[in-house]
């Protein structure tokens, strides 16, 4: 799917495996000595594309996770004190075990609100699951057709920052994330980053749906992905059945919206 996804875009992709005896240079890249030139010359790892899939994620140790913590951050890595800027535009998609399986590390707070958004992907439908077999079968291999450019994706981009948010709308996002630090349920909650997520991505919503202005409603259906893997619930909760998606929804309902 992030293949498809970095195809359709045309704009390049990379992928890196997780596994526990990775290390962070197998990510960042490395100086490896070259006999020809008789000097150190650098290896750029796979942290170098536009599209960069973390597959299963929480596989590898910590120390090779926080290898992405500058990347994701900054747009830029540091390599034996060299710092070297990203391709534009870049974004990291990750995927994870559950944490009930063996061989998984849990991803640092830190790492985890860099992501943008936290989706779920549900067992295919009936259908679904009989053409995914149909498909095997036939050993035809799906192609797509590049739609746009890493320089039109930048160019949207510029566009976004033209979008109006209104200071109602940005009270409302610093209400939203304040409940979340205060909530009776919530043992850790939002920080500023995800204040900034909330408005960035209500302003780009805006803009896809061809507005030039934010609403509420832009805030609301994006509440639950921006939010859900920033929060930590208290031990309680989870014994109550609760989980992130309900904490959130309560405190949809409960935060008065801007007219």
């Given at each position: 799917m992030a293949k498809t996804f970095s195809n359709?875009?045309?704009?390049?992709?990379?992928?890196?495996?997780?596994?526990?005896?990775?290390?962070?240079?197998?990510?960042?890249g490395t100086k490896i000595f070259d006999q020809n030139e008789g000097?150190?010359?650098?290896?750029?790892?796979?942290?170098?594309?536009?599209?960069?899939?973390?597959?299963?994620?929480?596989?590898?140790?910590?120390k090779t996770q926080a290898a992405l913590l500058e990347a994701m951050a900054e747009r830029q890595v540091t390599i034996e004190g060299q710092t070297l800027s990203?391709?534009?535009?870049?974004?990291?998609?990750?995927?994870?075990?559950?944490?009930e399986m063996e061989g998984t590390y849990p991803l640092p707070e830190a790492q985890v609100d860099r992501f943008l958004f936290k989706l779920w992907l549900d067992y295919p439908e009936d259908s679904e699951e009989v053409e995914i077999m149909r498909r095997q079968l036939s050993g035809d291999i799906p192609s797509v057709e590049?739609?746009?450019?890493?320089?039109?994706?930048?160019?949207?981009?510029?566009?976004?920052?033209?979008?109006?948010?209104?200071?109602?709308?940005?009270?409302?996002?610093?209400?939203?994330?304040i409940k979340t630090r205060n909530h009776p349920q919530i043992a850790l909650g939002c920080g500023p980053r995800a204040s900034l997520t909330l408005m960035k991505c209500s302003k780009a919503r805006a803009a896809i749906l061809g507005r030039a202005y934010v609403t509420p409603d832009d805030v609301r259906a994006l509440i639950i992905p921006a939010l859900n893997h920033r929060l930590l619930l208290k031990p309680e909760?989870?014994?109550?059945?609760?989980?992130?998606?309900?904490?959130?929804?309560?405190?949809?309902?409960?935060i008065p919206v801007p007219i």
């Open positions: 359709t875009l045309g704009i390049s992709f990379k992928r890196v495996q997780f596994t526990p005896d990775l290390l962070p240079a197998d990510i960042t000097a150190f010359v650098l290896m750029k790892g796979p942290i170098f594309a536009n599209v960069v899939l973390a597959d299963e994620i929480n596989r590898s140790a910590p990203l391709e534009k535009p870049f974004i990291v998609i990750a995927t994870e075990n559950p944490v590049a739609i746009t450019s890493g320089e039109e994706i930048l160019a949207a981009q510029k566009i976004m920052n033209l979008v109006y948010i209104d200071d109602r709308i940005l009270k409302y996002i610093r209400d939203l994330i909760a989870e014994l109550e059945g609760l989980d992130a998606k309900s904490v959130l929804n309560s405190i949809i309902e409960e």
